[in-house]
């Protein structure tokens, strides 16, 4: 069974940082590309980034090329997402995603 499970979100300052995690299971994480998405109020749910099998980073959104990173441990097979300076617009429920499923999203929220 395919589990995607994300933590880390939280409240945080403008010009901040925070790390959100995916642990994944049910599949061989390790040869499958994986990839962020975030949900702010009232609007669609839009890709962030994608992370290769092999650490590529392919399609990083340009709202936060710069700013975010994305990284994958194909031994503890998690992927994570490294947020800094962050803004007040990047408030959203983050989710993981890999072959068509979610994880159940963790929200962050930035406000001084």
């Known amino acids: 069974q395919v589990q995607l499970v994300e933590s880390g979100g939280g409240l945080v300052q403008p010009g901040g940082s925070l790390r959100l995690s995916c642990a994944a299971s049910?599949?061989?994480?390790?040869?499958?590309?994986m990839s962020w998405y975030r949900q702010a109020p009232g609007k669609e749910r839009e890709l962030v980034v994608t992370i290769t099998s092999s650490s590529g980073v392919i399609n990083i959104a340009s709202s936060v090329k710069g700013r975010f990173t994305i990284s994958r441990d194909n031994v503890k097979n998690t992927v994570y997402f490294e947020m800094n300076s962050v803004k007040p617009e990047d408030t959203a429920v983050y989710y993981c995603f890999w072959g068509g499923r979610w994880g159940q999203g963790t929200q962050v929220t930035v406000s001084s």
């Open positions: 049910g599949f061989t994480f390790s040869t499958y590309p």
